[in-house]
């Protein structure tokens, strides 16, 4: 079992920056790829980034690509996105995910464990 904690999230202006982290419980933190995903309001979830479980490889988002930093620091159990030139389209509930068996995938079929999320406002 995983247990996923996010935090970071927060109400910004256009063109700032945050970070967001993703604090993991249970010891197969290091050998699961992890994904962010985001949900804006009336909108399905959507892929964000995702990092392979040595963190050698990331995978973006067009979107969000150039301006988002996935990256994990498996000693701390946590997987950060750092997010900078922001725009209002970003505003979204940001979920990070845990998969078992893949590492790194863009399908949130892939991934068995999801925390509860966090809100990211971006005004304009």
């Known amino acids: 079992q995983v247990q996923l904690v996010e935090s970071g999230g927060g109400l910004v202006q256009a063109g700032d920056s945050l970070r967001l982290s993703c604090a993991a419980s249970?010891?197969?933190?290091?050998?699961?790829?992890m994904g962010w995903f985001r949900q804006a309001s009336g909108k399905e979830r959507e892929f964000v980034a995702a990092?392979?479980?040595?963190?050698?490889?990331?995978y973006y988002a067009g979107s969000v690509k150039g301006r988002f930093t996935i990256y994990r620091v498996n000693a701390k159990n946590t997987v950060y996105l750092q997010m900078n030139s922001l725009k209002p389209e970003d505003t979204a509930v940001y979920f990070c995910a845990a998969a078992s068996h893949y590492s790194g995938s863009y399908y949130q079929s892939s991934y068995d464990y999801w925390g509860q999320g966090t809100q990211v406002t971006v005004s304009s």
């Open positions: 990092i392979s479980s040595s963190g050698g490889n990331t």
């Open positions: 249970g010891r197969t933190f290091s050998s699961s790829g």
